[in-house]
């Protein structure tokens, strides 16, 4: 597949200094994502994480999930889909590859990690045809914002959502 690429961008970024692996996710790994999952929402509601949405997540073959493990201990996990609406890109021509969800347990933060998922991500879209790639974050979410523009992305919009009861 994309192994080398990957291996090689992973060198590049050093993230091999905490003997760090990463692998694309199988159904074999539903407990370890969905553990991850739930992580990365603690305190705050992001959506339902349980086994059977995780599940159908992995199943979707418009979707990959990536993990890092220290050993045997996964330590960090990326999720990309592909999108066909122009929600955040500059590119009306599609489709988008879209980072939908990235953690890292915090003492392994800092340390490349992320920033390997994220290559993966990018990889596994590229070879699924996108030619831009896109994320999104809640408005206050300062420590993601500073994330994605550390990754690479820029803001291209900002959007706060209103309602009221009839």
Excluded at 117 to 136: H, I, K, Q
Aim: hydrophobic letters at 40%; charged letters at 25%.
């Amino acid at each position: 597949m994309y192994h080398h690429e990957v291996v090689r961008a992973l060198n590049l970024l050093g993230a091999y200094s905490l003997n760090i692996t990463y692998r694309i996710a199988s159904v074999d790994d539903l407990k370890t994502v969905t553990e991850l999952s739930i992580k990365m929402c603690e305190g705050d509601y992001c959506g339902e994480h349980d086994d059977d949405d995780v599940l159908n997540a992995m199943q979707n073959l418009k979707m990959a999930t990536f993990i890092a493990f220290d050993a045997d201990k996964a330590v960090g996990f990326s999720r990309v889909d592909i999108r066909h609406e122009s929600i955040w890109t500059e590119s009306d021509i599609g489709p988008w590859g879209h980072l939908d969800g990235i953690f890292v347990l915090s003492e392994y933060r800092n340390q490349d990690i992320a920033q390997a998922l994220v290559t993966m991500c990018e990889d596994w879209a590229r070879e699924n045809g996108c030619v831009e790639f896109g994320s999104d974050c809640d408005f206050d979410n300062d420590m993601s914002l500073v994330f994605h523009l550390k990754a690479g992305f820029k803001v291209t919009h900002r959007l706060i959502h209103f309602s009221k009861k009839l």
